[in-house]
């Protein structure tokens, strides 16, 4: 079975294939996510809990211990931790990777439902989860400082205008708020005026919550109009609430200012951010998984002119850290490799073959391929990153083999006479099922690395699986192009005249033969030594497999140093603030420092006050 035959005999249509494969490869090269590494969706899932006021000990008995002992149950859960602190408890549930992340999440919500009877019936809200990927962090930080505005003001402008209108940028799953400092009145009372005049704080509680509502009040209905009737009664302000009643002594009215004070301020006074030195509000980021990164931070920074216009200009709005930085230059790089290696595969043909057409063709099978593979790339939603471009380095070397064993077996036929498309027909012919065993012999290689399991298999799986499809598409064009340009365009050889270059590569070419031929005679001479010699690099190479350091994926610079601090346990926060401008102030004389950023307190960077 002539497997190049149609190919041969129709040109027409196997140039519209091979357009076909151009076209929809050059589409999906255009539309496929720009990424670091594959996407791997780690199935975790981080259950958090607020009982503000309790000790760790509370919420690890009350609050952490009842919802571990329902989530217990869920099937799939491989690990489960916890950390409970001040008033806070956080639970990590890890799941194995078989198990579909949607579907723990709806259990995950029916154990927290389950356990709502346990939990402190005083919890301000319900426990709230969501679905992360520890290794995903912020792709972009942006960092807003005012030095005249009050923080909680430059607050309210990050969290009402910047971070929900970046959070509707396509791709973008959230924006995490670092140091946030939202508006809040707090009212110090002070305990001898409260006792002096046999009020409990439950009474100011009360007085609070009955005189700070917005209820709706109702209209009125005359013949001509309808008035509707608007309550203030809405406490935005410290002064609003120095006046209010708490209770009446001897006829008289008790007033918040009587026995305390009210002062305006913000929701948590222990946690903060700084910004090159300065008190800042950060915001950092997320994409959603698969998203195109270089995109999604392209989207965000095309919008920034206008979110700045709509912010006081007494507020500055740096981008503090890009993560698409050290990914474009990454897969830069990767790419500027995968285009030298394709000329230098290149020249290495034409300098065997010493002939410009027979160079040609076979080299074409090198960008056909690799475009072909970026279309089944993006029907399979991979991602351009640095992995499945390392696979197609390496697969350029493969996918020219088969097209210059084609084109050999060609000229051999044309060597002997036959005119270019008989000679095309018989050598396709004859090399067909060698070049279908060839193919599939380097895809068989792979396939253990496409099943290995766990993390490491799944995030080898791109790999394996765009260095199978380059070669699997190689193999496709070596029968139907190769042979076909060659029934068409290569010239027979006692047709050619060799010019100056011909002839000395030529000759370089006999003295590479001869060499080796000197070099295999004294090797087959001496066999023993050649066996001692094979032996003692076997036993090196084994010796330096074990001094190799491991690790699981190469380390990358991308920039950034991540430092964490741990202070002594039950240190204030002021205590730590002092500690943390200290390191702050190190780390700001390096000079090879561009810009910096630090936080401090639970629900800034971490979850307990002294880290």
């Known amino acids: 079975m002539n497997i190049s035959g149609l190919f041969i005999r129709r040109p027409i249509t196997t140039?519209?294939?091979?357009?076909?494969?151009?076209?929809?490869?050059?589409?999906?090269?255009?539309?496929l996510a720009v990424s670091d590494l594959p996407t791997v969706d780690f199935p975790t899932i981080t259950v958090s809990a607020v009982l503000p006021g309790a000790s760790p000990d509370t919420m690890a008995a009350s609050v952490a211990t009842p919802l571990e002992k329902n989530f217990s149950t869920i099937a799939g859960l491989d690990s489960m931790s916890s950390t409970s602190t001040?008033?806070?408890?956080?639970?990590?549930?890890?799941?194995?990777?078989?198990?579909?992340?949607?579907?723990?999440?709806?259990?995950?919500?029916?154990?927290?439902a389950r356990s709502a009877r346990?939990?402190?019936?005083?919890?301000?809200?319900?426990?709230?989860?969501?679905?992360?990927?520890?290794?995903?962090?912020?792709?972009?930080?942006?960092?807003?400082?005012?030095?005249?505005?009050?923080?909680?003001?430059?607050?309210?402008?990050?969290?009402?205008?910047?971070?929900?209108?970046?959070?509707?940028?396509?791709?973008?799953?959230?924006?995490?708020v670092f140091g946030s400092q939202k508006y809040a009145v707090r009212i110090q009372l002070d305990p001898t005026?409260?006792?002096?005049?046999?009020?409990?704080?439950?009474?100011?509680?009360?007085?609070?919550?009955?005189?700070?509502?917005?209820?709706?009040?109702?209209?009125?209905?005359?013949?001509?109009?309808?008035?509707?009737?608007?309550?203030?009664?809405?406490?935005?302000?410290?002064?609003?609430?120095?006046?209010?009643?708490?209770?009446?002594?001897?006829?008289?009215?008790?007033h918040v200012k009587d026995v305390g004070t009210a002062i305006d301020s913000v929701e948590n006074t222990?946690?903060?951010?700084?910004?090159?030195?300065?008190?800042?509000?950060?915001?950092?980021?997320?994409?959603?998984?698969?998203?195109?990164?270089?995109?999604?931070?392209?989207?965000?920074?095309?919008?920034l002119p206008g979110l700045r216009a709509q912010i006081p200009q007494s507020i500055k709005l740096d981008v503090f850290f890009d993560r698409t930085e050290s990914i474009r230059a990454s897969v830069h790089d990767v790419q500027l490799t995968l285009i030298g290696t394709i000329v230098l595969v290149i020249l290495v043909i034409f300098l065997f073959l010493r002939n410009l057409s027979a160079t040609i063709i076979p080299s074409l099978a090198l960008p056909m391929s690799i475009i072909g593979t970026f279309a089944v790339m993006y029907l399979l939603d991979y991602s351009m990153d640095n992995l499945s471009l390392m696979a197609l380095t390496l697969a350029v070397g493969f996918v020219v083999d088969d097209a210059i064993v084609v084109l050999e077996n060609i000229v051999r036929h044309m060597e002997e006479g036959e005119r270019p498309y008989e000679a095309a027909v018989k050598g396709a012919k004859e090399i067909g099922f060698t070049i279908v065993s060839m193919t599939l012999s380097l895809v068989a290689a792979f396939i253990p690395v496409l099943f290995m399991s766990g993390m490491l298999g799944r995030l080898l799986r791109e790999f394996s699986v765009t260095i199978c499809v380059a070669i699997l598409v190689s193999g496709f064009i070596s029968l139907s192009l190769t042979p076909m340009l060659c029934s068409r365009y290569l010239r027979p050889p006692a047709t050619q005249k060799h010019g100056w270059l011909y002839k000395f590569l030529g000759r370089c070419l006999d003295g590479m033969n001869r060499g080796y031929d000197v070099t295999l005679q004294w090797v087959m001479r001496h066999h023993v030594f050649t066996m001692l010699a094979s032996l003692v690099v076997l036993a090196a190479t084994v010796h330096m497999f074990g001094l190799v350091p491991k690790g699981f994926i190469p380390s990358e610079d991308i920039g950034q140093i991540l430092i964490n601090t741990e202070a002594a346990q039950g240190v204030s926060y002021q205590q730590m603030v002092q500690y943390q401008q200290q390191l702050a102030a190190i780390v700001a004389k390096d000079k090879n420092v561009e810009s910096y950023f630090s936080s401090v307190g639970i629900g800034g960077a971490g979850l307990t006050g002294n880290t």
Do not use: C, H
């Not at 990590?92 to 154990?111: C, Y």
């Open 270 to 303: 222990r946690v903060g951010s700084w910004f090159n030195g300065k008190r800042a509000v950060i915001l950092g980021v997320q994409r959603q998984p698969g998203a195109n990164v270089v995109e999604v931070v392209n989207a965000i920074k095309a919008i």
């Open 15 to 31: 140039t519209l294939v091979m357009l076909g494969i151009l076209m929809f490869g050059i589409m999906a090269y255009k539309s």
């Open 193 to 254: 005026k409260l006792a002096a005049r046999q009020i409990g704080i439950d009474d100011v509680v009360n007085a609070v919550q009955r005189g700070n509502v917005d209820l709706p009040v109702g209209t009125l209905n005359a013949p001509n109009r309808a008035y509707t009737l608007v309550s203030e009664g809405q406490l935005t302000t410290a002064e609003g609430y120095r006046s209010l009643v708490i209770t009446y002594r001897n006829g008289a009215p008790v």
């Open 118 to 176: 346990d939990l402190p019936q005083n919890m301000p809200s319900p426990p709230s989860y969501r679905k992360v990927n520890p290794a995903n962090f912020s792709i972009l930080l942006l960092a807003l400082t005012s030095p005249t505005l009050p923080l909680s003001t430059v607050d309210e402008y990050a969290e009402t205008i910047l971070a929900q209108r970046i959070s509707m940028v396509s791709g973008v799953a959230q924006v995490d």
């Open 86 to 112: 001040l008033g806070r408890t956080q639970i990590t549930l890890q799941f194995n990777l078989s198990r579909n992340i949607d579907a723990a999440a709806q259990d995950v919500q029916s154990m927290i």
